[in-house]
């Protein structure tokens, strides 16, 4: 069992996981009482968590209704995903003249932890983790930190669309292919390169998502 810091914490991890893995489903009351009781806590650290999920984009909370788990929407990913490739190339830019070998290191070793992880379909739910903790490590020697802060906000709200990516269509091929691409231009100093690569990387899976929700709304009818 993970050692949480806070109460808060503990309830926020513990649904947020929830709702990325699809155990709580999209429109799905989360009614504080409930959960205070379920974790064994007070309300405090519930609504405190809460308001955490929906500043992720997890939660919303609705008249009358209270906390429900927000739905995926495909008006979301274009935004999400357009965000993300303009700020990702703009730190990768700058963190690639400053990344030194330790660096490079530690990228390609994630690298061939997510080809592991791919390749004997084990810990598929350590893809998106892995998928981030890649792209994380090739922005780390870019002295943006705000930059980076806001990388973070919009990887924890495009999160559960990576997994549905990763999970549900079939370009986790791809991923893993970009991902080895990425670390040789970056390793190579190729800023154009990989900027553009990176670019394309995250738009065409945006592109892939937005499709796949689409096509799941029109079976749903």
């Given at each position: 069992?993970?050692?949480?810091?806070?109460r808060?914490?503990?309830?926020?991890?513990?649904?947020?996981?929830?709702?990325?893995?699809?155990?709580?489903?999209?429109?799905?009351?989360?009614r504080?009482?409930?959960?205070?009781?379920?974790?064994?806590?007070?309300?405090?650290?519930?609504?405190?968590?809460l308001?955490?999920?929906?500043?992720?984009?997890?939660?919303?909370?609705?008249p009358?209704?209270?906390?429900?788990?927000?739905?995926l929407?495909?008006?979301?990913?274009?935004?999400?995903?357009?965000?993300?490739?303009?700020?990702?190339?703009?730190?990768?830019?700058?963190?690639?003249?400053?990344?030194?070998?330790?660096?490079?290191?530690?990228?390609?070793?994630?690298?061939?932890?997510?080809?592991?992880?791919?390749?004997?379909?084990?810990?598929v739910?350590?893809w998106?983790?892995?998928?981030?903790?890649?792209?994380?490590?090739?922005?780390?020697?870019?002295?943006?930190?705000?930059?980076?802060?806001?990388?973070?906000?919009?990887?924890?709200?495009s999160?559960?669309y990576?997994?549905?990516?990763?999970?549900?269509?079939?370009?986790?091929?791809?991923?893993?292919?970009?991902?080895?691409?990425?670390?040789?231009?970056?390793?190579?100093?190729?800023?154009?390169?990989?900027?553009?690569?990176?670019?394309?990387?995250?738009?065409?899976?945006?592109?892939?998502?937005h499709?796949?929700?689409?096509?799941?709304?029109?079976?749903?009818?």
């Open positions: 069992m993970p050692v949480y810091k806070t808060t914490q503990m309830v926020a991890d513990i649904l947020r996981n929830k709702i990325l893995s699809g155990e709580i489903v999209a429109g799905e009351a989360l504080q009482e409930a959960l205070a009781k379920e974790f064994d806590v007070s309300r405090i650290p519930v609504r405190e968590a308001l955490q999920l929906e500043a992720q984009g997890l939660v919303a909370f609705e009358h209704k209270g906390a429900i788990a927000t739905e929407s495909p008006a979301k990913i274009h935004e999400l995903f357009q965000l993300r490739a303009m700020i990702e190339c703009h730190v990768l830019e700058h963190s690639i003249d400053n990344m030194t070998e330790a660096d490079f290191d530690a990228a390609d070793k994630i690298v061939q932890a997510f080809e592991t992880a791919v390749e004997t379909g084990a810990q739910e350590s998106s983790d892995l998928n981030y903790q890649l792209h994380a490590a090739l922005y780390k020697a870019a002295d943006l930190p705000q930059a980076k802060e806001i990388i973070e906000s919009l990887n924890l709200k999160d559960r990576i997994r549905l990516q990763l999970l549900l269509t079939s370009r986790i091929d791809k991923a893993e292919q970009e991902h080895s691409e990425l670390l040789t231009l970056c390793r190579q100093r190729d800023k154009v390169a990989a900027c553009a690569l990176l670019k394309k990387h995250i738009l065409e899976a945006g592109q892939a998502i499709d796949l929700l689409v096509e799941q709304q029109e079976n749903a009818k």
